[in-house]
């Protein structure tokens, strides 16, 4: 009976890096539009929105499952509900992604906010692989870094809205532009925020 626990939990871990991989390849397709502005990238971004929160509540569901049937203690307890948590962030991470996408294939980018938005995925995709590495891995230390990559993206972000902010003022974009572009960049920021929750995570188990 115990072996199949110990199973179940190894599966979660699993699932956890799956969703990630998942996540990964949303900012490889992301990525790719930057490179040959091929609108159908960002599509299939929209679409994995889907498909990584159901999977992220099937995590859910089977966290819930074992804490109900396995009353786990110490540290399997802390693992499955942190498992939880991870799935939850995993859902807002998705829909940050999406909506970015949605953005980006509403507004084109200038040769500049094309820099911009590389940095901010090359930083985040660093940052996803450390971060579930870190939490399936129980690493403390990449954890931390995990966390401290974050501020990258802050860092990111003013140069990003300063950016748009002298476009709007030397009219070279409207207000409506304007205020999309810095959704965007916000998207951005929050996706750090959520990929160094990851890392937060780690630390806790």
Partial sequence: ???????????VREL??????????????????LDNNNRRNLEEVI????????????????CFELLALQQPVAKDLRFLQMSIKLSSNYKRIA???AQASVIMLEYSLS??????VKRFIDNQRLMAESGIT???????????KTIEDD?????????????????????????????????????????????GKIGDLATRL
């Fill in 1 to 11: 009976m115990r072996t199949r626990y110990r199973q179940d939990l190894d599966y």
């Fill in 16 to 33: 956890s890096a799956e969703l990630m991989e998942l996540v990964i390849l949303c900012y490889d397709k992301i990525d790719l539009f």
């Fill in 47 to 62: 679409d994995l929105n889907d498909e990584i929160r159901r999977r992220a509540g099937d995590v859910e569901r089977f």
């Fill in 95 to 97: 829909s940050h992604l």
């Fill in 111 to 116: 040769e500049e906010e094309y820099s911009i």
């Fill in 134 to 144: 870190s939490f399936i891995n129980n690493d403390n230390e990449l954890g931390l």
């Fill in 151 to 195: 501020e990258i993206n802050n860092n990111l972000f003013v140069e990003a809205v300063n950016y748009i902010a002298d476009r709007n003022k030397q009219h070279q974009v409207d207000a409506m532009e304007l205020s999309e572009k810095v959704l965007l960049y916000k998207y951005f920021e929050r996706l750090g925020d959520r990929l």
